[in-house]
T-cell receptor, first 116, second 110 residues
Framework: GAVVSQHPSWVICKSGTSVKIECRSLDFQATTMFWYRQFPKQSLMLMATSNEGSKATYEQGVEKDKFLINHASLTLSTLTVTSAHPEDSSFYICSARVAVSTDTQYFGPGTRLTVL | LAKTTQPISMDSYEGQEVNITCSHN???????ITWYQQFPSQGPRFIIQGYKTKVTNEVASLFIPADRKSSTLSLPRVSLSDTAVYYCLVLSGGYQKVTFGIGTKLQVIP
């Protein structure tokens, strides 16, 4: 149980285009999902917290107009990188919280974004 | 939000037991200790979670002393496939924000 999927697993795009990444909880409902970014040889950095039916909460330094997050249902959250540039190239990982009491998060496999 | 400290790296030979200790001196009453494993270019994988004393599952054991200011992840008889980065996190019930440290890079040597 507690499986989280991401699509696509990797994407290559030209500078200036927008890219959408989907995060799905396959066997449970997740009222809260999280989006992280990880650069090579670094740890995960939280970008935003996504709550179903409400606006996402962004971490300091993360541009909300550039990284659009939509959490329209209890099993799906999407991250859209708008007008992507080479510096946005990174590994994007989502997670979904299972239980409020322990705050356990289960992570997706990640999406490798390369912007040319 | 409790800060955690763990070794940056560890080496171990195949077949040995590996213990990775994490300190979390300012852990709060409602906090749980959670460990994740991450392979390159993959999302972190949940390993084990505990509140106090000892927790064991099919993958690992987690030892937490009475004061809960530290915890030890124990991996029995590691294999090459256990080479990964291991993250220790302290999570509060209902507290949404999670901060990852740099983790412990475990290298298993043949």
């Amino acid at each position: 149980g507690a499986v989280v999927s991401q699509h696509p697993s990797w994407v290559i795009c030209k500078s200036g285009t927008s890219v959408k990444i989907e995060c799905r909880s396959l066997d449970f409902q997740a009222t809260t999902m999280f989006w992280y970014r990880q650069f090579p040889k670094q740890s995960l950095m939280l970008m935003a917290t996504s709550n179903e039916g409400s606006k996402a909460t962004y971490e300091q330094g993360v541009e909300k107009d550039k990284f659009l997050i939509n959490h329209a249902s209890l099993t799906l959250s999407t991250l859209t990188v708008t007008s992507a540039h080479p510096e946005d190239s990174s590994f994007y990982i989502c997670s979904a919280r299972v239980a409020v009491s322990t705050d356990t998060q289960y992570f997706g496999p990640g999406t490798r974004l390369t912007v040319l | 939000l409790a800060k955690t400290t763990q070794p940056i790296s560890m080496d171990s030979y195949e077949g040995q037991e590996v213990n990775i200790t994490c300190s979390h001196n300012n852990i709060a009453t409602n906090d749980y200790i959670t460990w994740y494993q991450q392979f390159p270019s993959q999302g972190p994988r949940f390993i084990i979670q505990g509140y106090k004393t000892k927790v064991t599952n099919e993958v690992a054991s987690l030892f937490i002393p009475a004061d809960r200011k530290s915890s030890t992840l124990s991996l029995p008889r590691v294999s090459l496939s256990d080479t990964a980065v291991y993250y220790c996190l302290v999570l509060s019930g209902g507290y949404q924000k999670v901060t990852f440290g740099i983790g412990t890079k475990l290298q298993v040597i043949p």
